[in-house]
Antibody
Framework: QVQLVQSGAEVKKPGSSVKVSCKAS????????ITWVRQAPGQGLEWMGRIIPILGVPDYAQQFQGRFTITADESTSTAYMELSSLRSDDTAVYYC???????????WGQGTQVTVSS | QAVLTQPPSVSGAPGQTVTISCTGS?????????VHWYQQLPGTAPKLLIYGNTNRPSGVPDRFSGSKSGTSASLAIAGLHTEDEADYYCQSFDSGLNVYYVFGTGTKVTVL
């Protein structure tokens, strides 16, 4: 069974950066894709970007290009997302998810709360 | 950023059937891309409910069914249970924007 475990909640100051990890286990294929999704308080789901760890090349939603970086360490089956120049409206829960059959997001991490506050 | 439109809320009594629509355009659903549906219970991560328009992952009750036609898709919940009270999101691929994947605006299902 695939399991994605994310790092813990973070509280950050405006202008700083945050890096969230997502460790995968139980994945049998080496060419899986990890996607990052954001959910602001009381809001819907927003696709941020994706990476295939074995290739290491990320894709980003246009609105996240520039401040958002996805990386992966294939040796530890861990994906990372880093958001820089944090603003108060970056306060959200950040999820990682795996793309499975028909590219549906079939397994999700538990989510990481990032709070940006002075 | 959401380009798939869903009704904000739907409600029904236990045992009733409710349907949630997901309206897209020619760059996503209308282009033939698959639609997937997710259920999000309060305070938890989303869970895949329907994939590839009509398919249920193992463990999802057959009360949940999906369909797709033209630029829209629908999720039906038959025989509504109290535990079905949650937020539901559709999701597809979009070729018209530099965003690749898009979610619906989300629908809150309330069991009366």
């Amino acid at each position: 069974q695939v399991q994605l475990v994310q790092s813990g909640a973070e509280v950050k100051k405006p202008g700083s950066s945050v890096k969230v990890s997502c460790k995968a286990s139980g994945v049998t294929s080496s060419s899986y894709t990890i996607t990052w999704v954001r959910q602001a308080p009381g809001q819907g789901l927003e696709w941020m970007g994706r990476i295939i760890p074995i290739l290491g090349v990320p894709d980003y939603a246009q609105q996240f290009q520039g401040r958002f970086t996805i990386t992966a360490d294939e040796s530890t089956s861990t994906a990372y997302m880093e958001l820089s120049s944090l603003r108060s409206d970056d306060t959200a829960v950040y999820y990682c998810a795996r793309s499975g059959i028909m590219a549906a997001f079939d397994f999700w991490g538990q989510g990481t709360q990032v709070t940006v506050s002075s | 950023q959401a380009v798939l439109t869903q009704p904000p809320s739907v409600s029904g009594a236990p045992g009733q059937t409710v349907t949630i629509s997901c309206t897209g355009s020619s760059s996503n659903i209308g282009a033939g891309y698959d639609v997937h549906w997710y259920q999000q219970l309060p305070g938890t991560a989303p869970k895949l409910l329907i994939y590839g328009n009509t398919n249920r992952p193992s463990g999802v009750p057959d009360r949940f069914s999906g369909s797709k036609s033209g630029t829209s898709a629908s999720l039906a919940i038959a025989g509504l249970h109290t535990e079905d009270e949650a937020d539901y999101y559709c999701q597809s691929f979009d070729s018209g924007l530099n965003v690749y994947y898009v979610f619906g605006t989300g629908t809150k299902v309330t069991v009366l």
